[in-house]
């Protein structure tokens, strides 16, 4: 299956990639990443968070894109509700350039195979 209409990539081309990807980060900082957790989010039937979605957690809480200024020692998850998130994100330049710098796949994997140690 297609990962989206531009990409002749399939789901298992796509999750190799980023397992290799986390097998390289692992090796250069193998107290950083772990490869075993970090890739398998790259699967059809994986679930994962998206942005701006609610968590069934007392309060509401909801993941939010953040810029890295706002990533400190005093950052508070249980501040971003589905209450407080439309404000929030009214303010927020944390995706206001999101695109820029997308890539095909398929460039990055044939960079990565040429690599290959």
């Avoid at 890739?39 to 909801?62: C, E, I, K, Q, W």
């Avoid at 508070?76 to 999101?98: C, E, N």
């Amino acid at each position: 299956m297609a990962l989206s209409k531009r990409s002749k990539l399939d789901w298992p081309e796509a999750k190799e990639f980023a397992a290799e990807v986390c097998r390289r980060m692992s090796k250069d900082a193998p107290d950083r990443y772990v490869v075993s957790l970090d890739y398998l989010r790259n699967d059809r039937m994986s679930t994962a968070v998206a942005p701006l979605s609610p968590r069934a957690r007392p309060g509401a809480t909801a993941s939010m894109p953040l810029v890295w200024s706002q990533v400190t020692a005093s950052l508070d998850p249980k501040r971003f509700t589905i209450a407080s998130v439309p404000g929030l994100l009214a303010k927020s330049k944390a995706r206001v350039d999101y695109c820029d710098g997308e890539r095909p796949l398929a460039d990055a994997i044939k960079r990565l195979k040429a690599s290959k140690p």
